[in-house]
């Protein structure tokens, strides 16, 4: 083992120093080069081994999926099957598109959405997110390019998955090559081939020349592309500055003015799904004693400025959220949330209510930007309250509230895998789950039968109720929308979307 | 990471880390023997400045305010030169008055890291000077394991497992910055237990405890001042690095490191974010680097 | 001598053994791995399920000991996160590391020696007094700070040097010289002491009373001596920087182990963390060892004590 070490450590000395030139992306050779981060590393680009989150931008551009959903008004759109009827109540029938290729030739058809469905759907072949497939029960080849799917229970959701995390696999070089071999080289249908991959450090891409087929995802507008991972968001700025990349998505609200202002870029900001909230301990899992009283949630709720908060630190288009849920989402219904005004005498007037007119000390739990804690502490502290902040990594901050559920009081956020979909973010985190701080019975039994009744009527109004509860008890203060901040060079055209998930094939030169 | 690297320090005596060091001796060929004023000066300067922060920093550091973030300094904009001399931050709090609590923060984690990696070290260094043999050989291991771990990947990791916070920052630092007090206080007690007056103490029946703290400390006082000053500059760096990283002090307080990991996110735009604690955190190590190099040469010149 | 060097191989063993343990209480503290294997979108039974598998239901101290019987068969366990072997993963990324590593010492010593020899043939030159108060100030100045002025000045406002990446040899200039910068003073100082020592010996005074030429007398006889020590100070370093690496790599974007060792603290990814803890410790315990056995060889006594 030292041995072999040694070697590969001798070779890669030899490498790293031999290899030279660092040339970069110029619009010349319609070539691009994209700066990641905020997401880290993707562990494994296997679509099935990786957790999706950070695997997504990827696997948009590499595979397809049966289903497109248009990422503005979220309709369902003919992407890999051409048109779909519903059999029954649990089986979904698709006509598949015909002419297409993955990207070592091997012919589209049914065999290979059978294969992929029946192979993801197998518990044994250990796909990682369960809940993405584990709701399908069989895939049949009804003709050759015509398949049934049939689902273990009525699933509303359905298609949210088969046009989102469910990618079709190439059945022949899949069953040949396995995950790691995918790994290695994936091969797709998408908008773009890979020309190599050196984990965590850049993917570079080519132009998938045959994908033109019609897609509603469009052509790729480059020829060639390079997506660096860089961690470091004021390293990515340099390098921006440098032009050593192209565009950048990990800024923050301040840098897109100061970009913007640098001439030769240009910085923009969209708002996305992702909603930001702060999480009381109401069912007082770690004992702290003044959350569980509602007056206490009710004071804090009026004590901070969300507008304030929202207009100087996180700016576009944002907007303060009253919702446990984001707006666009199935069953986010808005009117029916309880809606707490700015209003620190209030605020005062519920403390003493609650029998802290001196307010109290908690702690204060976050992952994100500390300035967004800060101002919130900031509010809290004009009424009493003095909130303690600790800033962790978000696995350790997810760990230590799924373990010990000692965090009274925390700023985090849920992009709800893009889904949009209420089910994706409120019964997640209230259905007396792990992450579920308010063990309320009704908000999860209501949350249930959204969840699982396939009449559309009948699942808003349960979401409603549980939309009115939660808020009503402030298990949750919704506080906003996340935005995405871009900077970029002023020639390249470039299309936000509010589904946080980047389009890179998209983006082109002027 | 900015420790002077512990394979030297392993092989080190005690007399050669009270000798001057080259770092040492170049600095005082460059300041000649100016070196303690100068140091002292500043350092005084600085404990004064925070001491007083409540008196001089003309808002509180804590205080903030959106609507007025991100003002400029004095030297970008006349208007708000009279309310904030040096700007306001990302929440709208003084610069100036955080830098100046800064000094609090810094010299706070530097003297409480220093008071707790010295009572250790100079425990294990007493136990083991003292009675030698075994306890000599199982404290010496003891040494070397510490020196053996990589110190800002360790602290990084316990910072990780306790969550991180300015308690957390000093225990970890404070846990493990004494080798150097073990070290010297060693060999300077193996020195001490055969002198004269402590052989006479011994001899009239006094206890071991007795004889160390009676006897023994005195003596050494000096000599762990030296010491505590280049750990103290130690820990001062290494907290900032931690900070810097999101691995140490927490937000809001006004930590040097934690400003500059604050101030990064405009280092291209408003650089004086990162100028300003920078230059804090760099003359406090400096002064403290002088003052000790200087009270070693009156150390080393009284015990001659 | 013989039963010297077992003792001490036993003692560097002992050593690892300690601080292994050590880290992997502390890391196991820290987190619940299973969380992190399964997901962020993992449900209850998934959790579940991984923890069983992986064992750590067990008490730590039996996984620990788990955990040492494959690391001495040269199995340091899988990445939680990334899925491969960590053998693997260190083995690929350990190359920017040492390189780093070396080219910052190599920048040390082409730094310090010709400024110690001006030094000391010229002292209190102006040279000399400007590479002093340089290295006095650098001293005090934190490393992360220098390497983002480096940044914008070179990378940003001159656009001389590429900021991030390990793709040529540009890419390491400025990471090499934030690394090396503090290793400098030691060693011209040592170089300056040594030269000034060499240069006042006897048969220095000989070769120049025989009419050699200056600057062979200088080159052929006196660095050549004095060097020794200083590359041996060196090498010391050198262990010493593999630790800095981890805010430099970050920094710089160098995908090495400093920051794998980042990277796997922010994910709770264990077995990587404790495998870099390993190394670093090993590369102290094996230099050290070294140092030791070679002043037993050089002064018999040691080995008799």
């Given at each position: 083992?030292?041995?072999?070490?040694?070697?590969?450590?001798?070779?890669?000395?030899?490498?790293?120093?031999?290899?030279?030139?660092?040339?970069?992306?110029?619009?010349?050779?319609?070539?691009?080069?994209?700066?990641?981060?905020?997401?880290?590393?993707i562990?494994?680009?296997?679509n099935?081994?990786?957790?999706?989150?950070?695997?997504?931008?990827?696997?948009?551009?590499?595979?397809?999926?049966?289903?497109?959903?248009?990422?503005?008004?979220?309709?369902?759109?003919?992407?890999?099957?051409?048109?779909?009827?519903?059999?029954?109540?649990?089986?979904?029938?698709?006509?598949?598109?015909?002419?297409v290729?993955?990207?070592?030739?091997?012919?589209?058809?049914?065999?290979?959405?059978?294969?992929?469905?029946?192979?993801?759907?197998?518990?044994?072949?250990?796909?990682?997110?369960?809940?993405?497939?584990?709701?399908?029960?069989?895939?049949?080849?009804?003709?050759?390019?015509?398949?049934?799917?049939?689902?273990?229970?009525?699933?509303?959701?359905?298609?949210?998955?088969?046009?989102?995390?469910?990618?079709?696999?190439?059945?022949?070089?899949?069953?040949?090559?396995?995950?790691?071999?995918?790994?290695?080289?994936?091969v797709?249908?998408?908008?773009?081939?890979?020309?190599?991959?050196?984990?965590?450090?850049?993917?570079?891409?080519?132009?998938?020349?045959?994908?033109?087929?019609?897609?509603?995802?469009?052509?790729?507008?480059?020829?060639?592309?390079?997506?660096?991972?860089?961690?470091?968001?004021?390293?990515?700025?340099?390098?921006?500055?440098?032009?050593?990349?192209?565009?950048?998505?990990?800024?923050?609200?301040?840098?897109?003015?100061?970009?913007?202002?640098?001439?030769?870029?240009?910085?923009?900001?969209?708002?996305?799904?992702?909603?930001?909230?702060?999480?009381?301990?109401?069912?007082?899992?770690?004992?702290?004693?003044?959350?569980?009283?509602?007056k206490?949630?009710?004071?804090?709720?009026h004590?901070?400025?969300?507008?304030s908060?929202?207009?100087?630190?996180?700016?576009?288009?944002?907007?303060?959220i009253?919702?446990?849920?984001?707006?666009?989402?199935?069953?986010?219904?808005?009117n029916?949330?309880?809606?707490?005004?700015?209003?620190?005498?209030?605020?005062?007037?519920?403390?003493?209510?609650?029998?802290?007119?001196?307010?109290?000390?908690?702690?204060?739990?976050?992952?994100?930007?500390?300035?967004?804690?800060?101002?919130?502490?900031?509010?809290?502290?004009?009424?009493?309250?003095?909130?303690?902040?600790?800033?962790?990594?978000?696995?350790?901050?997810r760990?230590?509230?799924?373990?010990?559920?000692?965090?009274?009081?925390?700023?985090?956020?849920?992009?709800?895998?893009?889904m949009?979909?209420?089910?994706?973010i409120?019964?997640?985190?209230?259905?007396?789950?792990?992450?579920?701080?308010?063990?309320?019975?009704?908000?999860?039994?209501?949350?249930?039968?959204?969840?699982?009744?396939?009449?559309?009527?009948?699942?808003?109004?349960?979401?409603?109720?549980?939309i009115?509860?939660?808020?009503?008890?402030?298990?949750?203060?919704?506080?906003?929308n996340?935005?995405?901040?871009?900077?970029?060079?002023?020639?390249?055209?470039?299309?936000?979307?509010?589904?946080?998930?980047?389009?890179?094939?998209?983006?082109?030169?002027? | 990471?900015?420790?002077?690297?512990?394979?030297?320090?392993?092989?080190?005596?005690?007399?050669?880390?009270?000798?001057?060091?080259?770092?040492?001796?170049?600095?005082?060929?460059?300041?000649?023997?100016?070196?303690f004023?100068?140091?002292?000066?500043?350092?005084?300067?600085?404990?004064?400045?925070?001491?007083?922060?409540?008196?001089?920093?003309?808002?509180?550091?804590?205080?903030?305010?959106?609507?007025?973030?991100?003002?400029?300094?004095?030297?970008?904009?006349?208007?708000?030169?009279?309310?904030y001399?040096?700007?306001?931050?990302?929440?709208?709090?003084?610069?100036?008055?955080?830098?100046?609590?800064?000094?609090?923060?810094?010299?706070?984690?530097?003297?409480?890291?220093?008071?707790?990696?010295?009572?250790?070290?100079?425990?294990?260094?007493?136990?083991?000077?003292?009675?030698?043999?075994?306890?000599?050989?199982?404290?010496?291991?003891?040494?070397?394991?510490?020196?053996?771990?990589?110190?800002?990947?360790?602290?990084?990791?316990?910072?990780?497992?306790?969550?991180?916070?300015?308690?957390?920052?000093?225990?970890?630092?404070?846990?493990?910055?004494?080798?150097?007090?073990?070290?010297?206080?060693?060999?300077?007690?193996?020195?001490?237990?055969?002198?004269?007056?402590?052989?006479?103490?011994?001899?009239?029946?006094?206890?071991?405890?007795?004889?160390?703290i009676?006897?023994?400390?005195?003596?050494?006082?000096?000599?762990?001042?030296?010491?505590?000053?280049?750990?103290?500059?130690?820990?001062?760096?290494?907290?900032?690095?931690?900070?810097?990283?999101?691995?140490?002090?927490?937000?809001?307080?006004?930590?040097?490191?934690?400003?500059?990991?604050?101030?990064r996110?405009?280092?291209?735009?408003?650089?004086?974010?990162?100028?300003?604690?920078?230059?804090?955190?760099?003359?406090?190590?400096?002064?403290?680097?002088?003052?000790?190099?200087?009270?070693?040469?009156?150390?080393?010149?009284?015990?001659? | 001598?013989?039963?010297?060097?077992?003792?001490?191989?036993?003692?560097?063993?002992?050593?690892?053994?300690?601080?292994?343990?050590?880290?992997?209480?502390?890391?196991?503290?820290?987190?619940?791995?299973?969380?992190?294997?399964?997901?962020?979108?993992?449900?209850?039974?998934?959790?579940?399920?991984?923890?069983?598998?992986?064992?750590?239901?067990?008490?730590?101290?039996?996984?620990?000991?788990?955990?040492?019987?494959?690391?001495?068969?040269?199995?340091?366990?899988?990445?939680?996160?990334?899925?491969?072997?960590?053998?693997?993963?260190?083995?690929?990324?350990?190359?920017?590391?040492?390189?780093?590593?070396?080219?910052?010492?190599?920048?040390?010593?082409?730094?310090s020696?010709?400024?110690?020899?001006?030094?000391?043939?010229?002292?209190?030159?102006?040279?000399?007094?400007?590479?002093?108060?340089?290295?006095?100030?650098?001293?005090?100045?934190?490393?992360?700070?220098?390497?983002?002025?480096?940044?914008?000045?070179?990378?940003?406002?001159?656009?001389?040097?590429?900021?991030?990446?390990?793709?040529?040899?540009?890419?390491?200039?400025?990471?090499?010289?934030?690394?090396?910068?503090?290793?400098?003073?030691?060693?011209?100082?040592?170089t300056?002491?040594?030269?000034?020592?060499?240069?006042?010996?006897?048969?220095?005074?000989?070769?120049?009373?025989?009419?050699?030429?200056?600057?062979?007398?200088?080159?052929?006889?006196?660095?050549?001596?004095?060097?020794?020590?200083?590359?041996?100070?060196?090498?010391?370093?050198?262990?010493?920087?593999?630790?800095?690496?981890?805010?430099?790599?970050?920094?710089?974007?160098?995908?090495?182990?400093?920051?794998l060792?980042?990277?796997?603290?922010l994910?709770?990814?264990?077995?990587?963390?404790?495998?870099?803890?390993?190394?670093?410790?090993?590369?102290?315990?094996?230099?050290?060892?070294?140092?030791?056995?070679?002043?037993?060889?050089?002064?018999?006594?040691?080995?008799?004590r």
């Amino acid at each position: 083992m030292i041995y072999n070490l040694g070697k590969k450590l001798l070779s890669a000395l030899t490498v790293t120093l031999i290899t030279s030139s660092f040339a970069h992306a110029s619009p010349e050779d319609n070539s691009l080069v994209i700066a990641w981060g905020s997401t880290g590393p993707i562990e494994h680009v296997d679509n099935y081994v990786n957790t999706n989150r950070t695997g997504i931008w990827f696997s948009r551009m590499v595979w397809d999926q049966l289903i497109y959903r248009e990422p503005k008004t979220f309709e369902y759109k003919p992407l890999l099957a051409k048109s779909w009827k519903a059999l029954s109540d649990t089986v979904w029938q698709f006509e598949l598109r015909q002419g297409v290729k993955f990207h070592n030739g091997e012919a589209f058809d049914a065999d290979d959405v059978v294969y992929t469905l029946n192979w993801i759907s197998n518990p044994k072949n250990g796909v990682k997110v369960q809940r993405n497939v584990n709701w399908i029960k069989e895939a049949r080849k009804v003709g050759p390019y015509t398949v049934d799917v049939e689902m273990k229970r009525p699933f509303p959701q359905a298609f949210e998955f088969l046009s989102g995390p469910i990618t079709i696999y190439p059945n022949e070089y899949y069953a040949k090559v396995g995950p790691d071999g995918m790994h290695k080289a994936p091969v797709g249908t998408g908008p773009m081939k890979v020309v190599s991959i050196k984990t965590a450090e850049e993917y570079v891409f080519e132009k998938n020349k045959g994908y033109t087929w019609g897609s509603p995802k469009g052509e790729a507008q480059v020829d060639k592309m390079v997506v660096r991972e860089i961690a470091d968001v004021q390293t990515q700025i340099a390098e921006l500055l440098a032009g050593g990349i192209d565009i950048t998505a990990d800024i923050s609200a301040d840098h897109v003015t100061q970009i913007g202002g640098v001439s030769g870029f240009t910085a923009l900001q969209a708002g996305t799904m992702r909603t930001g909230y702060i999480g009381f301990d109401a069912a007082g899992r770690g004992n702290h004693e003044p959350v569980t009283k509602l007056k206490v949630r009710q004071a804090m709720a009026h004590a901070i400025d969300r507008k304030s908060l929202v207009k100087n630190l996180i700016r576009g288009d944002a907007g303060v959220i009253h919702t446990p849920c984001f707006p666009t989402q199935f069953g986010c219904d808005v009117n029916a949330a309880v809606k707490y005004e700015f209003d620190q005498g209030k605020a005062k007037k519920l403390l003493a209510e609650a029998g802290y007119p001196n307010g109290f000390d908690i702690d204060f739990y976050t992952f994100r930007p500390a300035d967004w804690a800060e101002a919130v502490m900031g509010d809290l502290a004009k009424v009493g309250i003095k909130a303690k902040l600790t800033k962790m990594p978000y696995f350790a901050l997810r760990d230590k509230q799924r373990k010990e559920g000692t965090t009274p009081m925390f700023l985090m956020d849920w992009g709800s895998y893009s889904m949009n979909d209420m089910s994706a973010i409120t019964s997640h985190f209230f259905k007396k789950g792990p992450d579920d701080f308010a063990l309320d019975d009704d908000v999860a039994n209501w949350l249930e039968a959204g969840d699982t009744n396939s009449d559309a009527s009948v699942r808003k109004a349960n979401y409603a109720k549980a939309i009115k509860k939660i808020t009503g008890q402030v298990y949750w203060l919704p506080m906003f929308n996340h935005v995405r901040n871009y900077g970029y060079r002023k020639e390249l055209k470039f299309i936000p979307y509010q589904d946080e998930i980047p389009r890179f094939w998209q983006y082109g030169w002027k | 990471m900015t420790t002077i690297p512990s394979l030297i320090r392993s092989q080190q005596t005690a007399e050669e880390i009270l000798e001057p060091t080259p770092m040492m001796k170049l600095r005082r060929r460059v300041f000649k023997n100016h070196s303690f004023l100068i140091g002292a000066l500043t350092l005084i300067f600085i404990i004064t400045i925070a001491v007083l922060a409540p008196f001089i920093a003309p808002h509180d550091p804590y205080d903030q305010d959106l609507s007025r973030r991100l003002i400029n300094p004095f030297w970008h904009d006349k208007k708000t030169a009279d309310l904030y001399v040096f700007g306001t931050d990302k929440v709208g709090r003084d610069y100036l008055s955080r830098v100046i609590y800064g000094a609090q923060i810094s010299l706070l984690i530097g003297f409480l890291t220093v008071l707790i990696s010295g009572v250790i070290g100079t425990a294990l260094g007493v136990i083991a000077g003292y009675f030698g043999g075994r306890v000599d050989m199982v404290v010496n291991f003891i040494i070397n394991t510490r020196l053996a771990m990589p110190v800002f990947l360790v602290a990084m990791a316990a910072v990780v497992a306790f969550g991180a916070s300015i308690h957390v920052v000093i225990m970890v630092l404070g846990l493990f910055l004494w080798d150097r007090f073990a070290v010297v206080m060693r060999s300077i007690t193996m020195q001490a237990r055969d002198l004269d007056y402590v052989s006479a103490a011994r001899a009239i029946g006094c206890s071991t405890p007795y004889i160390i703290i009676r006897e023994i400390f005195p003596n050494v006082l000096s000599s762990l001042t030296v010491v505590a000053t280049v750990e103290m500059a130690n820990a001062i760096l290494l907290e900032a690095a931690l900070s810097f990283l999101g691995f140490g002090v927490q937000a809001p307080t006004p930590s040097w490191g934690l400003m500059l990991n604050e101030g990064r996110e405009y280092m291209f735009f408003s650089p004086w974010l990162l100028a300003l604690p920078g230059t804090g955190l760099f003359l406090l190590v400096l002064a403290i680097n002088l003052f000790g190099d200087g009270l070693r040469d009156v150390t080393l010149e009284r015990e001659r | 001598m013989i039963v010297y060097t077992i003792k001490r191989i036993f003692v560097a063993f002992l050593i690892l053994l300690v601080v292994s343990g050590l880290t992997f209480s502390l890391s196991h503290l820290s987190a619940d791995p299973a969380l992190t294997i399964a997901g962020e979108q993992a449900s209850d039974e998934d959790i579940e399920a991984v923890r069983k598998l992986y064992g750590f239901d067990k008490p730590v101290v039996e996984q620990y000991f788990n955990w040492l019987s494959s690391a001495l068969q040269g199995d340091l366990g899988k990445s939680y996160h990334y899925k491969a072997p960590v053998v693997e993963m260190i083995s690929g990324r350990i190359g920017t590391t040492m390189t780093l590593g070396f080219l910052a010492i190599l920048f040390a010593l082409v730094v310090s020696i010709p400024l110690g020899t001006i030094a000391a043939m010229r002292p209190n030159s102006i040279i000399d007094r400007f590479a002093l108060l340089l290295a006095v100030f650098g001293q005090a100045l934190p490393t992360f700070w220098f390497a983002l002025m480096m940044i914008i000045l070179f990378g940003v406002w001159l656009r001389w040097l590429p900021i991030s990446g390990n793709t040529s040899w540009a890419h390491f200039v400025m990471p090499t010289i934030a690394l090396g910068y503090y290793a400098t003073p030691a060693l011209m100082r040592l170089t300056r002491a040594g030269m000034i020592e060499v240069l006042s010996s006897d048969y220095i005074r000989t070769a120049k009373a025989k009419g050699l030429l200056p600057v062979s007398v200088l080159f052929k006889h006196a660095l050549r001596n004095a060097i020794i020590p200083v590359v041996a100070l060196a090498a010391v370093w050198f262990g010493f920087m593999l630790g800095g690496s981890i805010v430099i790599e970050t920094i710089f974007n160098l995908k090495g182990i400093g920051w794998l060792s980042y990277d796997a603290l922010l994910r709770s990814d264990l077995p990587v963390v404790q495998a870099i803890v390993l190394i670093f410790a090993s590369f102290y315990v094996i230099l050290t060892l070294f140092a030791d056995l070679l002043n037993a060889y050089l002064d018999p006594r040691i080995s008799v004590r």
